[in-house]
């Protein structure tokens, strides 16, 4: 019989998995061709017009959730999770929790000065800095996925996918 912490553990991985589901499918399904997911269903020869046309008409979602959700979740995720490496004794790096929200901070103003592609947007850093707080207000969560390396690193690893695949090339 499983134990109920750990029925707990499962929940908590499983819940930061299915958000970085949620935002693969944002991206996969209201995102354009610039998005490198898109791209790369595009050259394995997969089209999939008409099926997006037809989910977004039956589920139409603001452009916020469209446009910004998907980093606000990776935040979310990969803030959590890096709660477990924690490097706060190190006098270089204070806290590695910081590295997400500085990473999706720093592509914003990337983006704004044109040094990448993609688009700035004010709304993208409010919802950025949410996920932060919300990240580091996860108490529970963050207790929950301590001692659990093979969840942690399966989550760690989905929400770095949807980093990369999320990425705008033009």
Known sequence: MVKSNNKSVIVSYLFLILLTFLATAIY??????????????????????SQKQHIQELLPLPKWVIYSLPGGIWVYVTTIIAKKYD??????????????????VGLEFL?????????????????????????????KLELSLNNHPNFQNLALISAFLV????????
């Not at 980093?163 to 033009?170: A, E, I, R, S, T």
Request: aromatic share 18%.
């Open 163 to 170: 980093l990369f695949f999320g990425n705008v090339h033009k």
């Open 111 to 139: 983006q704004l000065f044109h040094f990448t592609d993609g688009t700035f947007d004010w709304v993208d850093l409010f919802i950025i800095f949410m996920a932060s707080i919300a990240a580091k207000g996860s108490k």
């Open 87 to 104: 490097c706060s004794e190190n006098k270089f790096i204070k806290s590695i929790t910081l590295i997400p929200s500085i990473y999706a």
């Open 28 to 49: 996969l399904i209201y995102r354009d061709s610039s998005i490198f997911l898109n791209q790369l269903f595009l050259s394995f020869g997969v089209e999939t017009v």
